[in-house]
Structure formats: C-alpha cells, structure tokens
C-alpha cells in the first residue's frame, strides 16, 4: 500500500492514502464496466432482476385478485417465494463453488421462464387459484437461490481484487435500478395485457437474461473442488463462515432487517389499497419511488469506495430504516408517501448493499459462493416476519402492523450495536 501523506486544511478524510478529487471519484463510478464480461454480468443482472421485479408486482396483484384483497395472501405466498432458499441456498452456494457458475445461472434463468409461462398460460385460460400460485412459487424461489450466489460469486471471477468493491455496487446499483422501472412498467402493463399478459413478457424477458450471461467468457482462478462431496462442502462453509467473527457479525446483523424490516415488501400492496385505494398502475409508482431511493443508495456507495467505519454505516441505516418504515405506516397521502419511500429505499439498499459487499471482500474466494449462500439463507428467512405481521394485519390493519414492523428493527439495531463492540469497529 502506498504510504499516506498529510495534507493539510483536509477534514474529515476518507483513507489518506485513497484521496481523489471529487471529480475522479465520480469518473471511477463505472470503472468496472471497463471489463467487457462484467459488462455482459450487469446486463444480465439489469434483465434478471427486471423480469423478477416484474413477477413481484404481477403476482401480488394476481393474488389480490383471486383471495379478495387478503393482506395474508400476500405474505403466504412470499413465504413459498422465500423458504426454498433456506433449504436450497447452502447447496447452491457449494455448487457455484465446486462447477460453473456461469451454466447454473444460466440454468435458473430459463427454469424461471418456463415456470413463469405456465403461470401465466393458468391464468390465461381462466384457471389459475391460489395454490397454483403458491407451487410455482416455490418452484421460483429454489431457481433464485441457485441463481443468486452464483451471479454474487462470479463477479470475483472476472474482475481484480481492486475493482471489487466497485463491481459488486454496480451490480447491486442494477438490481435497484429495475425497482424503479420494473414495478412501474408491470403495473402499467397490466393495465393493458391484464396479468397473463405480463407473465408471458417477463418469460420472454428470463430467456433473454439467460442469453445474455452465455456471452460472459472467464476462467476462475479458483480450482475445481472434487475431494468432497456437496453435503461436505456445505458443513465445510457453514463452519468457515461462523469461525470468522467478521462474516458472523455480518450475517446475524443481515438476520435483524430480514425479520423485522423487509415485511413492507410483502405488505406493500395491501396498505396502498388500505390506506390510498390506489390500481396497480399507482402500486408501481410507488414501489418504482423506493427503487429510485435505492439506486441512489446503491451509486453512493460504489461512488465513496472505502468508507470508513462501515459497521457504524450498517447500523445507522439500519435504525434510520426502522425509523422511517414505523412513520410511513401511518401516512394517509400519496404526497406525503413519496419523501418516506424513496427514504426507506436508499437506507434499506445501502445497508443491504453493504452488507454484501462485506461479506464477499472478508470471504476468501474459494468461499464465496457459500458465503453468499448463506446471505441467501437469512433472505429465505423473510416470511418469518411477513407471515406474523400479515397475520396481525388482519387484524389491526396493514398500517399499524407496519408500524410495529419498524419500531422493532429500530430496537433490535440498537440492541446489536450496543452489546457488539467488534462489529461498530468494522472497516
């Protein structure tokens, strides 16, 4: 490492010894867009996560459609989406270390196409019910935990060490830039095509995706595992990653916003028809204002590079977000909502961002893809919050359910910070 130089009249400096300008760090944005596989890797990751963002808003509405608006429905349904990856993750993530990542994304792309044609075909000719809805689900949820820590993985097999940090917040920066356009277009679509129609789009839109990882070329430095068989190389990363303080701090601290802070995913719907009385096309809108707040959060950090103290960073969007989310609960304005979504998505992005950022630069590189796995897993864990607070949605309505929601992320953030003084020194 270079040696540091003072600078005088400087303060608060961020690394002495990285110190651009503002204008250079600006240009170093994109710098990993420079290599021409990661180029193919972010529009893949552009399309994938266009189509899901799409499936998301489509589906929610399909199941509004055939259970009468049960805010219950909703969360049932995320919980098929999201178990599969409890149970398939920690096998995805030692498969994405041990063959080619590159076919096993490719694999979940078109699997995920195939099964969201059938959904769509089940609804096209007036058949689909809810249980259809809650099979394909799970179907589509295994495809995304092989899908997910392979796409993570793969980025540190074609781009140096140096460029890490920048490629994994520009491929994060992709995914939220779909939750601005993806949520936006399907509402708007299914005004137009009804939500059969918008199925058989985003099957197309999976099939391309899968096309476009085929044009990545890249030969991982890493050597091909075969002393074990899956099951140990599963037990083998499950051991490494609690071993490490660093990665068991980090994915405890993930654990909290997925049992407390993501139940707004689910129960997004139900409250704008609650608290708004807004169509679909308004329910994309808003879904689109969070995915705005979380590209911003997203280019901000692939922006500022090495922050320091990026413990205390996570935490403080943590609480910020418990905040923000216990507060917008209780708007009853689509003006007042606009401030509080677009809040609550650079927050939660920023955090969830970085967290995934700090799992894969402390993990060694022939254990990446099980330590994304198991980042995966605390995702699968999501319905943990959703089903209760669904349930108690029922019956104190989708507002105060949400409100309680934030208040206790807020409240476990603060417990974790107070009582993990190695994880508020992280850098």
């Known amino acids: 490492m270079a040696q540091s130089v003072k600078k005088p009249n400087i303060p ?38 266009m189509a899901m963002n799409m499936q998301m808003i489509t589906r929610s509405w399909l199941i509004l459609r055939v259970t009468d608006d049960s805010p219950l429905a909703l969360t049932l349904v995320t919980l098929t989406f999201a178990l599969p990856m409890t149970v398939v993750a920690p096998f995805a993530g030692a498969l994405a270390d041990r063959f080619s990542r590159k076919k096993l994304i490719v694999f979940s792309q078109i699997g995920s196409g195939v ?17 259809h809805i809650m099979v394909i689900g799970i179907f589509n949820g295994s495809l995304m935990s092989i899908n997910m820590p392979s796409r993570q993985a793969i980025i540190s097999d074609i781009v140096p060490d140096s460029k890490l940090m920048n490629a994994i917040s520009l491929s994060n920066s992709s995914m939220n830039l779909t939750r601005v356009a993806g949520p936006a277009l399907a509402g708007f679509l299914i005004l137009l095509l009804d939500t059969a129609g918008v199925f058989f789009v985003i099957s197309i839109i999976y099939v391309f995706a899968a096309v476009t990882i085929g044009m990545v070329h890249y030969a991982p430095n890493r050597s091909a595992r075969t002393g074990k068989n899956v099951g140990g190389d599963v037990a083998d990363g499950i051991r490494y990653a609690f071993a490490n303080p660093a990665l068991r701090g980090l994915f405890i601290m993930s654990f909290i916003p997925v049992l407390f802070g993501f139940s707004y995913m689910a129960l997004v719907p139900a409250w704008a028809r609650e608290a708004l009385a807004i169509e679909s096309d308004g329910l994309g809108i808003l879904l689109m204002l969070m995915g705005i707040g979380a590209t911003i959060g997203t280019l901000l950090l692939s922006a500022l590079g090495n922050i320091p103290r990026r413990g205390v960073v996570m935490l403080c969007a943590s609480l910020a977000w418990g905040v923000a989310l216990a ?24 955090y969830m961002s970085l967290n995934m950022t700090m799992v894969q630069l402390k993990a060694d590189p022939e254990m990446r893809g099980r330590a994304m796995s198991i980042t995966m897993m605390t995702f699968g864990m999501m319905p943990l919050s959703a089903v209760p607070f669904g349930t108690l949605a029922e019956k104190i309505g989708t507002a105060d359910s949400l409100t309680i929601s934030g208040i206790l992320l807020a409240l476990f953030t603060i417990g974790f910070a107070m009582s993990n003084k190695t994880f508020r020194k992280m850098d």
């Open 12 to 49: 608060c400096e961020i690394n002495s010894d990285q110190t651009p300008s503002k204008k250079r760090r600006f240009s170093n944005i994109l710098d990993a867009l420079s290599y021409r596989d990661f180029r193919w890797l972010w529009i893949g990751s552009f399309v994938s996560f």
């Open 115 to 131: 099964f969201t044609l059938i959904l769509g075909t089940l609804d096209l000719i007036g058949i689909v019910t809810f249980w």
């Open 327 to 350: 507060i917008f609960a209780q708007v009853t304005s689509f003006s007042m909502a606009i401030p509080f979504l677009i809040f609550i998505g650079l927050t939660s992005s920023m």
